[in-house]
């Protein structure tokens, strides 16, 4: 239920007295997996493609061209994130230790509900990452595995010693508009990595894998041009992201729509990972073409915490499970390859 948003949706069609099509989609979305997984070429592992590709499927039953709101939250401050960075400038100043300490201790004592990432989730994510510099700290708030755990998930014969950190990948980016003030470099950071390696990628395959187009019109030069000017207040004040979107919808929408909370367009995946996709993705995470890159003993463990509701380890057993997909994938593909190869 916290993942729908077909209530929202029907409530700003009523307003606009607009016609909305609904389709209810739940774990059958599963048996779909490895085909979403084939449709996107390279590891991706963004539970929202599941969304994703279903709603572009949908549409494609109606229209061959849609409109996107993609780019919206990145120019105009809407990601909670972009909060996360203003209250770490106030706290910022607390020594790593007693952040780390504060966010050890979400994730020990904290509720394990398999659900939406809720406010202590949050907070557990904003503290392991409160004491870093202000644009790593701004990657952290998204980070799925630390450095350590990847240390221990990835064997010793795959890792690179020079490898670059994801931290190491945004630095170019932050210290281009090092003069900016400092939510500006967050966007700036985003548009460069989040926007174009995950929200653009993950609708640009979807849609084309369904021959339905999409346009963007937030993404209009202009428009990101434009909002790069604003100041700070113009989008974010507060816990309350694009202003400025809000108070343009407001013309047309009930306040009650307008100040509904940012919802996100995922899955809940970590209830799936319970069932119906844990047998599935124990078989992919623990196959051989997966085991020879991770340590085998340490996705067990995180299997049995979750399984024992322990811990909610659902975005990291959903990257690997992508990952064995794409793997198994890319196997067949070359096995078939070879043998077209041998044919010839």
Not at 22 to 40: F, G, Q, T
Not at 263 to 276: E, K
Request: hydrophobic share 40%; glycine share 6%.
């Amino acid at each position: 239920d916290g993942f729908s948003e077909v209530e929202g949706a029907q409530q700003t069609a009523n307003h606009l007295n607009i016609n909305v099509q609904n389709k209810l989609v739940s774990h059958e979305m599963i048996d779909a997996l490895p085909r979403i997984v084939a449709a996107y070429d390279e590891p991706f592992a963004d539970p929202s493609i599941l969304p994703t590709y279903f709603i572009c499927s949908f549409a494609r039953e109606y229209a061959t061209v849609c409109v996107s709101g993609d780019g919206g939250d990145e120019s105009f401050a809407g990601y909670p994130t972009y909060i996360a960075d203003s209250i770490n400038r106030v706290t910022g100043f607390l020594p790593a230790w007693l952040s780390q300490s504060i966010s050890q201790l979400f994730e020990l004592y904290g509720p394990v509900r398999h659900r939406k990432v809720g406010w202590d989730e949050k907070a557990r994510r904003f503290f392991a990452a409160n004491h870093m510099p202000q644009n790593q700290a701004h990657g952290g708030w998204r980070m799925i595995f630390s450095e350590n755990e990847k240390a221990k998930l990835i064997r010793d014969s795959y890792i690179d010693k020079k490898h670059r950190t994801p931290f190491e990948e945004i630095a170019s980016f932050s210290e281009d508009v090092r003069e900016c003030d400092y939510l500006d470099q967050a966007i700036y950071m985003d548009i460069k990595t989040w926007l174009v390696d995950d929200i653009l990628v993950k609708i640009d395959r979807a849609s084309m894998h369904h021959s339905l187009e999409i346009r963007s019109p937030l993404l209009d030069h202009r428009i990101v041009e434009f909002a790069a000017t604003l100041p700070r207040a113009m989008k974010l004040k507060w816990f309350s992201g694009k202003r400025l979107l809000r108070r343009l919808a407001a013309k047309r929408l009930p306040e009650k729509i307008i100040k509904r909370p940012k919802q996100g367009f995922s899955a809940p995946v970590s209830s799936w990972l319970m069932q119906p996709l844990a047998d599935m993705g124990q078989d992919i995470t623990m196959s051989s073409d997966l085991s020879a890159i991770v340590n085998k003993k340490y996705v067990e463990g995180l299997w049995h915490e979750h399984l024992y509701k322990k811990r909610d380890h659902g975005l990291k057993l959903f990257g690997l499970v992508c990952l064995g997909l794409w793997l198994e994938n890319a196997k067949a593909l070359h096995t078939k390859r070879l043998v077209s190869m041998g044919a010839s």
